[in-house]
């Protein structure tokens, strides 16, 4: 192995192979900055180029993994300064990123998330390195069972995502993993609240639904305060990289606990991305001093627990690709077609006769990470800078990128429909103390656990819950849920008091929120009880229990009388262990608060508007003028120079390197004018 490791770095000393690694990074940091995007889309714009390179698989794992091994470092940028999550993994970086980015703080949140970033991603190079022997018999003990068992344990998560109140948060998660289950039943055929529609067949996609509920609404709260992300605040962009740099070096082992539990996570198939930053943020939320009063609020801990995850993932997904041919993401999953065009079978001979490929991607995997984290660096100080540019510029920017990057999820219109309707539930939750984060852990995780679920209960019967990894997994799954429960059961006198103790209280917008979930469930399992026994058995038990979850919290918010310290408790509680983004209005009158929040859903329907009758790329430069000038009253040639810029950068990233599909439209073509300015459209 150490020999086959020293003649692989000299493989990849190699300028034309170090050449393709930087080409590489740079795709990958450039996809990462763009929301919507990541590393599929990556993996699969540059899978034709391997065809060039099918003479020398140094070359094109050089290309395929310094893309994809990075992808997780710059999608920080836009979770820092704009509340948008980069890619589906940088959702819980968000949390702690933005409001230090709010607080004049970027440039810090950057340092530390480029540091942790960096070891994180070289962390798991090197278990990369020195595992795929040691896991290859722990991986292929790995059945249906175990991985049920590690998705239900990061659902066990969820208690910690959800904050102060554990209710809300189960009831939250449930519904995630109903909205996980509709669709085409992979068992029976059976069509699960698809509402008669041909896009929701397939289930609604993740990426939508991820910018709809984190991205959308921090933008709706910039255009209600109507001032830039930072405000006021200065901007600390070059000292403060350097205080992000010793934040990371001062909180070592949580970035090597993070990374472990990325590098882990990230072996196991199915898992995913989208959930391994919030499994090591709650780990850390749950481990940490003092986080319980600071995570959500600004903490560098928790920009530190979710990148030293985020970039570690990728070496440990390689660990079953290499060593099983089984994809560890879906990213991988492109990578495998990599291994057919070059001749590899991924296996036993990638462990011997292959050996020296295996350690060049390793090392592709290291150097990508250090080549990736230095040009973040290099260029974080423009980056931090964003923070400060208007409201009126920065808004319909931002918003045609949401727009274009959640139409990516399936490329059709119903993901432009998904991003509004979970926008408009993400701010509803975000202003009701509602936690987001478990909704995404339910959405992520809900069809894993029901396909093994349903293998385990088909092979094994119910023998599989005697498997001694099962057996110990689920124990620390219910400690985790229990935990909280018993902590609300406390603060509510006892669990008799619990469910028992309700008198008239209070009905508020709160209350009425309950109400509509509560009615929205009920529909949805009353639809449940006449599909076939095995299409119906999963939603109808998540259904019932968050029909009785969700009671239960609605009876305890609205009935539930206050008396004495416990209450007071519990309300100091709740407040502290908000694991979310928390609304500042400035003072704003609650009228005007409502109006602009109104004028802002307005702008988003307009948006859906015009495309529909105009086409996408006009839509983007009528958009742009239009918001700068009714929202911003902004110089004329300004706003006629960005609106240009940003249609030509839609046109150029998005037709012709990506080749995307527009929308159809009512007019059913573009501009006149466009296509003679544009004579090979």
């Known amino acids: 192995m150490l020999e086959a490791a020293g003649q692989a770095v000299v493989i990849m000393s190699d300028p ?3 050449m393709y690694l ?17 590393g599929i889309v990556g993996m699969a714009l540059l899978l034709p180029f391997v065809f060039t390179l ?25 979770a820092v300064l704009f509340g948008v999550p980069g890619t589906t993994g940088s959702a819980a970086t968000i949390l702690d990123g933005h409001p230090l980015a709010k607080q004049g703080q970027a440039g810090r949140a950057f340092g530390a998330a480029y540091t942790a970033s960096l070891f994180g991603g070289v962390f798991g190079a090197l278990l990369l390195a020195v595992s795929i022997p040691i896991l290859r018999p722990f991986i292929l003990y790995l059945g249906s069972p175990e991985l049920l068992a590690f998705a239900i344990l990061g659902l066990s998560m969820v208690a910690v995502l959800s904050g102060g109140t554990p209710l809300r948060g189960l009831a939250v998660a449930g519904f995630g993993l109903m909205i996980a289950m509709i669709g085409q039943d992979p068992q029976t055929g059976t069509l699960r609240w698809t509402l008669d529609t041909l896009y929701l067949w397939d289930g609604l996609h993740l990426v939508p639904i991820t910018l709809g509920l984190f991205a959308l609404p921090e933008l709706a709260d910039m255009a209600i305060v109507r001032r830039s992300i930072a405000g006021g605040a200065k901007i600390d962009s070059r000292s403060g990289q350097w205080e992000g740099v010793k934040d990371t070096f001062r ?20 898992i995913g991305a989208a959930v391994i930053d919030w499994i090591a943020y709650g780990h850390a939320a749950r481990t940490e001093k003092g986080a319980a009063e600071t995570f959500g609020k600004g903490d560098i801990r928790g920009v530190l627990a979710s990148e030293g995850a985020n970039n570690a993932k990728e070496g440990g997904a390689l660990v079953p690709t290499i060593a099983f041919g089984v994809p560890g993401s879906a990213s991988m999953a492109i990578l495998l077609g990599a291994f057919l065009i070059l001749g590899l079978v991924p296996g036993p001979d990638m462990l011997t006769r292959n050996l020296d490929v295996t350690y060049t991607m390793v090392w592709s995997v290291a150097l990508a990470n250090i080549l990736g984290a230095g040009l973040c660096f290099l260029f974080s100080d423009q980056f931090a800078k964003i923070a400060l540019i208007r409201q009126p510029i920065i808004m319909p920017l931002i918003l045609t990128v949401i727009f274009i990057g959640a139409y990516q999820g399936s490329r059709q219109w119903g993901d432009l429909y998904t991003v509004v309707l979970f926008g408009i539930l993400g701010w509803t939750m975000k202003r009701l103390n509602w936690p987001r984060p478990p909704l995404i852990l339910g959405v992520v995780l809900g069809g894993i656990v029901e396909r093994y679920m349903f293998i385990s209960i088909q092979r094994y019967e119910f023998e599989w819950l005697m498997r001694p990894v099962v057996a110990v997994v689920f124990a620390f799954a219910l400690w985790g849920l229990a935990r909280p429960l018993i902590k609300e059961a406390r603060a509510a006198g006892g669990f008799v008091a619990m469910f028992t103790r309700f008198t008239a209280r209070r009905f508020d917008v709160t209350s009425v929120f309950y109400l509509a979930f509560i009615a929205l469930i009920g529909v949805m399992v009353f639809q449940a009880t006449g599909w076939h026994f095995s299409a119906k058995v999963a939603p109808l038990s998540v259904g019932y229990f968050v029909l009785a979850v969700a009671g239960i919290s609605f009876l305890d918010h609205s009935f539930r009388e206050p008396t004495g310290d416990r209450t007071g408790a519990k309300e100091r509680a709740t407040r502290s262990l908000r694991l979310d983004l928390q609304a500042d209005d400035l003072g704003l ?11 802002y859903l307005g702008w988003l329907i307009g948006f859906l508007a015009l495309v529909a009758l105009i086409g996408m790329l006009p839509t983007v430069f009528a958009f742009v003028i239009l918001y700068m000038r009714v929202e911003g009253n902004e110089k004329w040639r300004l706003t006629l120079s960005i609106a240009a810029g940003m249609t030509a950068f839609s046109y150029i990233v998005f037709e012709r390197l990506l080749h995307l599909p527009w929308p159809q439209t009512v007019v059913g073509g573009w501009f006149p004018a466009l296509k003679v300015l544009i004579p090979s459209m």
């Open 16 to 18: 034309t192979r170090l």
């Open 22 to 38: 930087g080409a590489g990074v740079l795709i990958g940091l450039s996809l990462g900055v763009i929301p919507g995007l990541g």
């Open 54 to 78: 099918s003479d020398d698989p140094y070359s094109a794992f050089a290309l395929l993994l310094g893309m994809g091994s990075v992808v997780t470092t710059s999608d920080t940028i836009p």
């Open 251 to 270: 909180n070592w082992w949580l970035v090597l606990r993070c990374a472990f539990i990325g590098s882990m996570l990230g072996s196991i198939p199915g």
């Open 589 to 599: 009158d609650k009228a005007v608060v409502a109006r602009r929040a109104v004028a």
